[in-house]
């Protein structure tokens, strides 16, 4: 079992390396003259697509603690309550469950892996940090979380 102050110290690194990210999308963006308008800002959708992983594992176990509120709203620099989140999850949890979600994360990922290795590698690490801070966050790791992880990260190829 993970403490805590472990999963702080987690929350920092994955804070410290999601801003680097962030800036290695734009710099990726300008390099290689993706257009934004046509094909999107890379940072705003890959940070879009860890908060709603984020999302869903915090309601893989069909619980919302305030812990878990508390690690997500630091993890984007949010500010929801625990009813704020359990109405946004409810609100688009159809877009979050099964295989819709399933196809489009891998197919996200697969999209990042052809724009650049070195992003898709990156992404792949902040996914693993996200992924532990938020199944340990509320103090039990289920059967359901690990499931959840397992295939979150089986899509990352």
């Known amino acids: 079992m993970i403490n805590m102050n472990d999963i702080d110290d987690l929350t920092q690194n994955f804070k410290m390396k999601f801003e680097r990210f962030k800036n290695q999308c734009d710099i990726v963006q300008r390099v290689s003259m993706l257009d934004k308008c046509g094909d999107g800002s890379l940072k705003g959708f890959y940070g879009y697509d860890l908060s709603t992983v984020a999302l869903r594992l915090i309601a893989a176990d069909g619980v919302i603690n305030v812990n878990e509120v508390r690690y997500y709203n630091e993890l984007f620099d ?42 898709a590698i990156d992404y792949k690490e902040l996914l693993g940090y996200l992924c ?10 289920t059967d359901d979380e690990l499931e ?10």
């Open 78 to 119: 949010f500010e929801y309550t625990s009813q704020e989140l359990l109405e946004l999850y409810r609100g688009c949890s159809d877009m979050l469950l099964g295989e819709y979600f399933e196809a489009d994360f891998s197919d996200a990922f697969s999209r990042l892996r052809g724009i650049s290795a070195g992003l």
């Open 132 to 141: 532990e801070i938020i199944i340990s966050s509320d103090g039990e790791v």
């Open 148 to 157: 959840e992880v397992k295939t979150l990260k089986s899509l990352c190829r």
